[in-house]
């Protein structure tokens, strides 16, 4: 039998071979803080401190991080236990509430206080959107907030966002806050008709902005369309990711390539794009890429990464002087054989040539 070296450690430590009571009396005379550090080092003792978490607001008191998975399904009573323990954590920095199925903390929002809160994750629904702009307000030193809503929201202000830096919401809800300390935004795109300038203009008082990502549910607008929005509002941004969250039948067209690249000389800086493949309904033509990946390069120069999406995949191409390369192990390998495949028949073919011209030879 062959012994890992961590299951030997674990062979000789005393937490192997005392009892779980023994255990439980002897984590009894741990510090508050000590509590929380023993949680993350055995998985045998990882339950021991919980009921004195629930129970000591001085032990709450030096959490720095809660969250809820989001595929739990929370009852009305899960939520008031949680925010009873959650209201008691003073030290929080990161509190994270963003659930599949969409549970209303309206107490937590309403009476929670927090000074040193970072980062903040939450469903808005429309009876909680007063109670989310305030609990926003005494936290301006939130400076990563996602949030999401399933309808549009007529909030009753806007919101204190002084140190703001990184922005993951719904595109409507970008006029809510003060986006000029904006370094990060990612947009989810709901619905048809909205006006792109009215929504990206907001963009260009984002003087430190670096990257852009938008999420779409619907086919509009297309991508060129939101190109062409980023180019007159954000151009001097480093990555532009344009994602759909609905899988498309169709790829880009070797036309619409050549639209977009229209709106990529306006970029300054840009040196990382995700874009959809080219022509992927059809068959597997990484050389259709490669061709739109020229030509947005000739537009961009400052372009030296690129991810091209298709519905199963998405391949990661790499710029190294003017050349593109695929960075992905697996595609590697297939541009190799294909490669190696186009060589063989080279090979072939020119000793085909040969035999025939040595016959004619010998013929004549």
Known sequence: MVITRRAFKI??????WLPNEVLFFIIAYAAHPELLSLCLTSGNIHAFPVPWWCTSPPALSHVQKFFVKQDLKLAEAHVTQIT???????SLKHLLLY?????EFHQLLQDGVFPNLVTFRYIVQPN???????????????????????ESIQ???????TYLKIYEGPNWGLSLFDVSGLTSVSLMWYSDGVDIDCCLSQLTEAKDLECIVILTSTTTPTEAEILAGI???????????????VAKQVGLSLEQAVEIQGHLHKFSALSTIELPAVDYNTEFRLDHDMQALKLWQDACKTISSATLTRPE???IWQSVNGEWYCANSGIKRLITMMKEDFKVRCLHAMKVTHNRSKFAKITK
């Open 313 to 315: 995949d998405s391949i």
């Open 84 to 90: 009873r323990v959650v209201l008691l954590m003073t």
């Open 99 to 103: 659930l599949a199925e969409p549970i």
């Open 231 to 245: 180019s007159r509002h954000a151009p001097h941004v480093k990555v532009l990711r344009l994602r759909s969250l």
């Open 11 to 16: 062979s000789r430590s005393i937490i192997a």
């Open 155 to 161: 909030f009753p202000r806007r919101a204190d966002s």
């Open 128 to 150: 909680t959107a007063s109670a989310f702009i305030g609990f926003l307000h005494r936290h301006p030193t939130i400076n990563n907030l996602t949030f999401a809503s399933e």
